[in-house]
């Protein structure tokens, strides 16, 4: 009896260790994109509302000031910024206003804008493990990819390459 029990232990943890660990199912794919109004990051005045995104496919990376992980992906976001492909939205979480923006003045803006989630709130909604985590949204505001982890130009391609299927395939 305890060498099956420790045979089916066996088989359960060889079979966790064939998973990919970023590859976490997101219920939010295939869901339209939650609307909330949200702070901006460079201003106390102003909000944005997660609706005025439509009309074209973008990414949504979670990033903090305090996240190694996040300036190891930064320069391929500035990068993909500078070629003007698809547009890219900061969602900057559990953070403080300071400490995000002299980040971003230091490794420079990727971002088209960028919506304040001090609390990770928002964050939590969209169901965020940790940053980074990048959200690739189509035209309609329908998340289509969820990628966690920093990206990789590999990572980045075969989202895309979801987000034109997914459109292809809806017309």
């Keep these: 009896m305890p060498l099956s029990i420790f045979a089916i232990l066996v088989i359960f943890f060889a079979i966790g260790l064939t998973k990919d660990p970023r590859l976490i199912p997101s219920p939010l794919v295939g869901e339209p994109l939650p609307v909330r109004q949200l702070d901006k990051l460079d201003s106390t005045e102003g909000t944005l509302h997660t609706n005025n995104l439509g009309g074209s496919n973008f990414i949504l990376n979670v990033w903090a000031s305090w996240c190694a992980a996040c300036l190891e992906e930064h ?26 923006s002299r980040w971003l003045y230091k490794n420079g803006n990727p971002y088209l804008q960028t919506w304040f989630d001090p609390n990770g709130q928002f964050g939590m909604e969209l169901g965020v493990y940790g940053v980074p985590e990048t959200f690739f949204v189509d035209k309609t505001g329908i998340i289509r990819h969820k990628h966690i982890g920093p990206l990789s130009r590999n990572s980045i391609s075969q989202a895309i390459e979801i987000l034109n299927t997914e459109q292809n395939s809806s017309r």
């Excluded at 320069?75 to 559990?94: C, H, Q, R, S």
């Design 75 to 100: 320069d391929l976001l500035m990068e993909l910024a500078t070629l003007n492909t698809i547009p890219i939205v900061g969602l900057n979480y559990k953070d403080t206003r300071k400490d995000a």
